[in-house]
């Protein structure tokens, strides 16, 4: 009975408003389905307006269904305001860049040297950079999700709760597929994120690259694509060629951390943004006694923001706006933390 009712309720949370307002005789069912078929077919002007054909969504839409599971997985999601309280970095650094990541990323970067530095050439983008975004996504390739991305984004932007957010990703995937992309190659998670490097079907269209020449973008397969893809993402985000992602740092025990407050209230990822200190130089930070802990060093001139994702005493970070550029293809300090982290223990 308790299986029977969670189901019930699965079903229920992928039901608009108008289905739920069928006739006599309509079971849920088919009212769920009418529901969702109307909505499909309020999709054909704005794929009609991205070039895609009609056959290809013929080809899909008939036998298209909702997916409750990925309605579940959506409404699970842990939330958290802005200012409210944020665990510490360590355990996650303990996990996330582990001996077996560490040894992996070793193994990958050896074996695509020759293509990472050319890429790297290209682009600026450090080559241990593109290998600790590719172990962090999908642990060098060994996952990349199993989600059916059109059923899942359909379902997502049928919901409605987030519909600005998963209807453009779901056209795009519709686009994918009309320019030749296989249906068997679009799986992924099942918020959309697939291939090696994980991008949403938008960011493939708009920055996929082709790697090594053979005039296709296969981020499923080709890992030369998905680097280069990666690199590109970064370019894109304004990575700085030659400047380093930030630096360990320690933090004298009497610093006045009021003095370096960030003046501006962040439009952007508040909960991240938050917790880094306004942007000082490095002659700034060295005449206020905080000094790199280890090997890497950063110029005087450039400009770096601190943070102490463990609170005062523990190891702090000057990061710079290449910091920036990794918050960007995830907004999460841990997540930018661990791959900076990654890439240095990589390149070692």
Not at 220 to 248: C, H, K, M, T
Not at 284 to 310: F, K, N, Y
Request: glycine content about 8%; hydrophobic content about 40%; some cysteine.
């Amino acid at each position: 009975m308790r299986s029977t009712i969670h189901s019930l309720l699965l079903r229920l949370a992928v039901v608009t408003a108008g289905s739920l307002m069928a006739g006599p005789g309509m079971t849920q069912d088919m009212a769920q389905d009418a529901g969702f078929r109307s909505y499909l077919e309020t999709l054909r002007p704005k794929a009609r307006a991205m070039g895609i054909r009609s056959s290809t969504l013929d080809s899909v839409f008939p036998s298209l269904t909702p997916n409750p599971r990925v309605i579940q997985l959506d409404q699970n999601q842990p939330g958290g305001g802005a200012y409210s309280p944020i665990p510490n970095f360590e355990p996650y650094r303990r996990q996330h860049v582990d001996a077996a990541r560490i040894s992996r990323g070793r193994t990958a970067y050896q074996a695509n040297r020759a293509r990472l530095a050319r890429i790297e050439a290209e682009t600026g983008v450090p080559e241990e950079i593109m290998v600790a975004i590719y172990g962090h996504e999908t642990n060098y390739g060994s996952y990349t999700g199993d989600f059916d991305l059109i059923r899942s984004l359909a379902t997502l932007s049928y919901e409605g709760r987030r519909r600005s957010l998963f209807e453009p990703e779901l056209l795009a995937t519709l686009k994918m597929l009309d320019n030749g992309v296989p249906r068997s190659r679009l799986v992924g998670s099942w918020a959309g994120a697939t291939g090696y490097p994980q991008f949403l079907p938008s960011v493939y269209l708009r920055l996929g690259k082709d790697g090594d020449g053979d005039g296709r973008v296969d981020i499923w397969n080709s890992e030369a694509d998905a680097l280069a893809s990666i690199a590109n993402y970064f370019v894109n985000a304004g990575w700085r060629r030659g400047q380093p992602w930030g630096v360990a740092v320690s933090v004298p025990a009497n610093f006045n951390r009021a003095s370096v407050t960030a003046r501006l209230s962040p439009a952007r990822c508040p909960r991240v943004f938050n917790r880094h200190s306004r942007w000082l130089s490095m002659a700034e930070w060295r005449s206020r006694g905080i000094v790199p802990t280890g090997s890497s060093r950063l110029a005087d001139t450039t400009l770096a923001t601190l943070l102490e994702p463990d609170g005062p005493g523990k190891t702090a970070y000057l990061l710079t706006s290449n910091y920036r550029a990794i918050l960007d293809y995830n907004c999460s300090n841990f997540y930018a933390l661990s791959v900076g982290l990654l890439a240095d223990a990589v390149r070692q």
